[in-house]
């Protein structure tokens, strides 16, 4: 079940500059894992050391926060749109 994965600008040097790569899994997790067995790397920087999703990065499984979702086990079916954006913070 093959689904696809956008890309953050600042991610795209472990995709080669794709801004859109396709993985598989029945779960966030193993698309993370397959997308980090295609593209080494790129799993550390959406995921901690504790295997969870980094505190400044958002993933959004067909437009809903996974946070509110089941987290790593929200199921993936095929055709699913998976988006991986980081944080922006700043002002003055």
Do not use: H, W
Request: hydrophobic content about 40%.
């Amino acid at each position: 079940m093959s689904v696809s994965v956008r890309i953050p600008t600042i991610l795209r040097t472990y995709t080669g500059g794709e801004s859109e790569v396709s993985a598989t899994g029945a779960t966030l997790g193993d698309v993370l894992a397959d997308l980090d067995a295609t593209y080494p790397g790129i799993q550390a920087r959406i995921l901690d050391e504790d295997g969870k999703l980094r505190r400044f990065v958002n993933v959004y499984v067909d437009n809903d926060d996974v946070r509110f979702l089941d987290n790593l086990a929200t199921p993936t079916p095929a055709g699913t749109q998976i988006s991986v954006i980081p944080a922006v913070a700043g002002g003055c």
